[in-house]
């Protein structure tokens, strides 16, 4: 509701501004800045009635996942497995999330000593976690996507998979625990 509200007002003084630019152009009339006014209503009211918006506005309910996170995940690589550990720092708009992390420790036969990757993606109010990463190093062209859930408060479980030119297809379980929240 006090989204809605929120938009009504934006949607009001878009009508405003409207008509004062429509009046600076003609003689001024109270009719056609009230008219616009209204006209920026409706199509406020058309805007929110449309799901897609609505889904982009949506408060991401009792899942506030921004905040640094250290992570956990592995794969196998020539047979062994690969560990590694990073810091996440989430930031949050509704139920969208953007991060970027950078790694601490990578334990086992790993190519480089370090990997920085960004993620994007969005929690849904039943605590779905689901979007994309990519690692941000220049020769790397590795990309994947990740899917899990919140567990508890302070706690996600994931899993991902990923592409690499190079070494083709790969996936493992990914876990995050919060470090330092709501900033």
Request: proline letters at 3%; charged letters at 20%.
């Amino acid at each position: 509701m006090r989204d809605q509200l929120t938009w009504a007002a934006v949607s009001a003084l878009m009508g405003v501004v409207l008509g004062s630019c429509w009046s600076t152009l003609d003689h001024p009339s109270p009719l056609r800045w009230a008219g616009l006014t209204v006209a920026g209503l409706l199509v406020l009211l058309c805007v929110l009635a449309s799901g897609p918006l609505r889904l982009v506005l949506r408060s991401p309910g009792k899942h506030h996942l921004r905040g640094i996170w250290r992570t956990e995940w592995e794969y196998m690589r020539h047979g062994k497995s690969v560990k590694s550990e990073d810091v996440l720092e989430i930031r949050q708009e509704g139920r969208w999330l953007h991060g970027r992390a950078t790694n601490i420790s990578v334990s086992g036969p790993h190519r480089s000593e370090t990997v920085d990757y960004e993620i994007s993606g969005s929690v849904l109010p039943n605590g779905v976690v689901e979007g994309k990463w990519r690692n941000i190093e220049r020769s790397s062209e590795y990309r994947g996507h990740f899917q899990g859930h919140v567990v508890a408060e302070g706690l996600v479980s994931l899993r991902w998979i990923g592409l690499s030119q190079k070494e083709g297809v790969r996936g493992g379980e990914w876990h995050w625990h919060l470090r330092n929240g709501r900033r």
